[in-house]
T-cell receptor, first 113, second 112 residues
Framework: ETGVTQTPRHLVMGMTNKKSLKCEQH?????MYWYKQSAKKPLELMFV???????ENNSVPSRFSPECPNSSHLFLHLHTLQPEDSALYLC????????????FGPGTRLTVT | DQQVKQNSPSLSVQEGRISILNCDYT??????FLWYKKYPAEGPTFLIS?????DKNEDGRFTVFLNKSAKHLSLHIVPSQPGDSAVYFC???????????FGTGTRLQVFP
């Protein structure tokens, strides 16, 4: 596979569930990002990782927990979410931290019931 | 407060004509601007960018214009093609930050 992949593409979970979103990039990039896109709102940056180290946490609630085990993989662990967390979650990567040209995955459409 | 604004949620243009998508920003620290295109069920894809030291950047059918005094940029697509139908996002970044600040997008429809 090439580019940035995300699994699952769709996820429905209850408020008491625990689930994880997975992102993998095949571009040899060193920086990875999680974004949230809610309906009729701009993409919001959630987390930035550079060389597996978290360098940005954009005031995200602790019910979202990122993990970056290596430069190719990024996870977003979800627990006790709220219905307002329903959104499209996009992963992106870039050559290096601060590289503006980011490459996005297709996203995971999350619905919290 | 939205720092990057795309005030037109949609635009409809006939094939062969020019499409002009607009974007306004409020933060004078922004020094790099990008346009992304998004098809349904896909992530945004990078289209074209411009640095604040320039006022124009051209790539094939796509040209981005930057007016720093007005804090305004625009994307021109000419000639427009049906395959250009997508949502277009404007994004901006300030020097030495990791953040891209996105607009809400403009849905372009190019009809035959």
């Amino acid at each position: 596979e090439t580019g940035v992949t995300q699994t699952p593409r769709h996820l429905v979970m209850g408020m008491t569930n625990k689930k994880s979103l997975k992102c993998e990039q095949h571009l040899g990039h060193n920086a990875m990002y999680w974004y949230k896109q809610s309906a009729k709102k701009p993409l919001e940056l959630m987390f930035v990782y550079s060389l597996e180290e978290r360098v940005e946490n954009n005031s995200v609630p602790s019910r979202f927990s990122p993990e970056c085990p290596n430069s190719s993989h990024l996870f977003l662990h979800l627990h006790t979410l709220q219905p307002e967390d329903s959104a499209l979650y996009l992963c992106a990567s870039s050559h290096a931290r601060g590289s503006y040209e980011q490459y996005f995955g297709p996203g995971t459409r999350l619905t919290v019931t | 407060d939205q720092q990057v604004k795309q005030n037109s949620p949609s635009l409809s243009v006939q094939e062969g004509r020019i499409s002009i998508l607009n974007c306004d920003y409020t933060n004078s620290m922004f020094d790099y601007f990008l346009w992304y295109k998004k098809y349904p069920a896909e992530g945004p894809t990078f289209l074209i960018s411009i640095s604040s030291i320039k006022d124009k950047n051209e790539d094939g059918r796509f040209t981005v214009f930057l007016n720093k005094s007005a804090k305004h940029l625009s994307l021109h697509i000419v000639p427009s093609q049906p395959g250009d139908s997508a949502v277009y996002f404007c994004a901006a970044s300030a020097y030495n930050t990791d953040k891209l600040i996105f607009g809400t997008g403009t849905r372009l429809q190019v009809f035959p």
